[in-house]
């Protein structure tokens, strides 16, 4: 998210920008008048065509903004402008529950960045031929969606400003209003793009000075498209109209929410979102209510058909907005997360988890959460006070079987859920702290005593084995079994299941198979998860100190499963075509944090 600005400073009325190089976009004003689309103009020689035909014209002029421009933003580098300021932004509304930004003009170090990282992938080594590369993709992309009759260089890149924004009104939500903003460079040749492209039986009317572009037929909602002064409008039509109505105000970017996140999201990025979320689930309900009923009536159902009845959550305790924005680093893609804190959660403490260590080395997946034991309780007490949600005497019905909620998950510290891979394959399981090892224990020892005395009628067997001193309980039986006669079938050999636990000092582990718990107590020091250098790394880039952080090691994984698939027959055309892509590819992470007013969130990908 960036700084807003409007137009260029002042210019005698009907004066014209002086031309500028594609690739160095201007900062120049423009003439604000907007320039005439005649109708037809540009189609005289066309055939006729059928209503599908001119329906798919009409997409194409009124979409292509949002789909070809929007849509293919990371091949926008030939744009080389490091100019940070936002050309779009200014025109978003103030009640805009969404409003998601494209920053194809790659400003401040997101060029530079983003080639570096974009080097380490076949045919990118050469960054001087990346804008070449970029401009042939694009001409592909946008030929194939407009049946070869255009294409990107030669008709959208000598005008295109690299910027486009994307609002989702929120003042009606039975009736969101859509609104798209495309950065200008140059006036007349955007003026001339839009009029090859309109179709001969476009309607126009002239709002406020502005040619406004409609399709022949009526539509619902009404949609339209013009150009005004230094950027294109599309959308919904009374949205369009609002926005030439209020000019770059910069309406949006003074939101209160808005600014904050924005503070939070500081520097250059690829890319925005910013979600007005109690807004945004007021006109999702609202829609979804609308829907139904339709199809409902649609049906001849009486009465209509009403949405899913689900807990009803108090508003209060939901962030008023989030906010996320893409940025490129030389050897990582970073996504970022910002949110306010909310009052009335659960006290949570950010800080460097311990249970790495204790994972294997080979452990290609952990989802860690901090303080799972407290969590639980504390999400489970704000259940209960929602309307419609569980009532405690239905929760403590159900923990009655192991002593409560409290003794079941009150010793829980850090916990993990972890696959690991080693030479005999992919194993998993769970990885908690235990605060209170009495605590734990006796839950072992109750869910035992459980499946010695419900589990003989269900063919589910209890041992024990010994292993490095520890012992391992083991809990197995027959899936076909256990669905009763009529699914004897099911289960057969393939069916069987066998889930390990054991309690260390300070460990509960439990493990599908008794290949992960071993896994686990054979981890020493030096060779665990949490001293492997790609996971250092990881981490240390998505946030080492949080609440809840996850990793996994893609390169360990796609190594392992090149591996099963070896002498298939399709391994040929995958090491040609798609390996070499996939092999600069490290590793993903991601944290969450909290903080006294803004919470973040980081998500990573790394190469090696």
Known sequence: MTESFGPGGPTEPGTMAEPVSQLEPTTDAVPTAALEVLPGAGTANAPIVGPRRRRLRWAIAAVVTAVVIGGSAL?????????????????????????????????????????????????????????????????????????????????????????????????????????????????????????????ADASHQTYKGVDLVGPAASSSPPAAYGLDGSVIL???????????????????????????????????????????????????????????????????????????????MNAALLPGWIAMRVRAESDHLVLDEVLPTVAGQPARQNRQGALAAGLPGGTVLQYELHDTGSLVQASLTQLEAQPGGPTAAQVDSVAKFVGGV???????????????????????????????????????????????????????????????????????????????????????SSGKFQVAFTQTKDLVIVGVGD????????????????????????????????????????????????????GSSDIKAYDSDVKPFLEPIQSIAWSQAVGADISTARVVLVLK
């Open 406 to 492: 409290d003794k079941a998950v009150g010793w829980i510290g850090d916990a993990d859920v972890v696959v690991a891979h080693d030479a005999a394959g992919f194993t998993g399981g769970l990885v908690a702290q235990t605060k209170d090892a009495t605590a734990s224990g006796n839950l072992l020892t109750e869910l035992k005593n459980l499946v010695t005395l419900g589990g003989a009628q269900s063919g589910i067997k209890l041992s024990s084995e010994t292993y490095g001193g520890q012992t391992i309980t083991l809990v197995g039986g027959d899936l076909g079994q256990l669905s009763g006669p009529a699914a004897a079938g099911v289960g057969g």
């Open 75 to 199: 091949g926008f580098a030939v744009l080389s402008s490091a100019r940070s300021t936002s050309q779009v932004l200014p025109w978003a509304p103030s009640d805009a529950v969404m409003y998601t930004e494209v920053r194809a003009d790659l400003p401040g170090d997101q060029r530079a960045n983003l080639l570096a990282f974009l080097s380490k992938f076949p045919g990118f080594a050469d960054q001087t031929s990346f804008d070449v590369k970029a401009d042939d993709g694009l001409n592909r992309v946008v030929k194939r969606l407009t049946d070869g009759k255009h294409d990107f260089s030669t008709e959208i890149k000598p005008w295109f400003g690299g910027q486009v924004g994307v609002s989702v009104e929120g003042t009606n939500p039975s009736s969101p209003g859509i609104l798209v903003v495309v950065s200008v460079r140059d006036v007349t040749a955007a003026a001339a793009w839009l009029k090859s492209i309109t179709p």
């Open 234 to 312: 599309a959308g919904t039509l009374d949205a369009v109209k609002a926005a030439i109505t209020r000019g770059p105000s910069g309406a949006l970017a003074g939101n209160a929410g808005f600014k904050a996140a924005d503070a939070a999201l500081a520097g250059d990025d690829l890319g925005s979102v910013f979600i007005d979320l109690k807004g945004y689930l007021a006109m999702v309900t609202n829609m979804e209510g609308q829907i139904l009923s339709q199809v409902g009536s649609q049906a001849g159902l009486t009465p209509k058909v009403s949405p899913m009845a689900v807990p009803t």
């Open 515 to 566: 290949g992960f718990v071993k896994a686990v107590l054979d981890t020493k020091p030096g060779s665990s998860l949490a001293d492997q250098p790609a996971y250092q790394h990881a981490i240390d880039l998505a946030g080492s100190s949080n609440v809840g952080q996850g990793y996994v090691d893609l390169a360990a994984v796609r190594t392992a499963v090149e591996t099963m698939a070896a």
